[in-house]
Nanobody, 116 residues
Framework: QVQLVESGGGLVQTGGSLRLSCAAS????????MGWFRQAPGKDREFVAA?????DYAEGVKGRFTISRDNAKNTVYLQMNSLKPDDTAVYYC????????????WGQGTQVTVSS
């Protein structure tokens, strides 16, 4: 069982920055691929970024968002710069085992609101 707890969300103006954190309880954190997803009101949840041995980003956040991890702290981060109102959503942290097919563990989400 892996528990994920996100933090760092909030209200920011267009062009501003936020850094989300996700603390995981997994003893073998380094064996998990960590991802960030988001869900805006009335929309489906969508992929934002993931990190395992390499990083992967959704097209809409490339160049603005950076995912990173600190395996010693069991924590994954999402640095979000140049935020836009369209980035407003609940952001979720997720984890899947390195040999897994899907993200099995999810956090409770943290709200990010970008004002225009």
């Amino acid at each position: 069982q892996v528990q994920l707890v996100e933090s760092g969300g909030g209200l920011v103006q267009t062009g501003g920055s936020l850094r989300l954190s996700c603390a995981a309880s997994a003893v073998t954190f380094s064996l998990y691929i960590m991802g960030w997803f988001r869900q805006a009101p009335g929309k489906d949840r969508e992929f934002v970024a993931a990190i395992g041995g390499s990083e992967d980003y959704a097209e809409g956040v490339k160049g603005r968002f950076t995912i990173s991890r600190d395996n010693a702290k069991n924590t994954v981060y999402l640095q979000m710069n140049s935020l836009k109102p369209d980035d407003t959503a609940v952001y979720y942290c997720a984890a899947k085992f390195i040999t897994g097919n899907a993200y099995y563990y999810w956090g409770q989400g943290t709200q990010v609101t970008v004002s225009s």
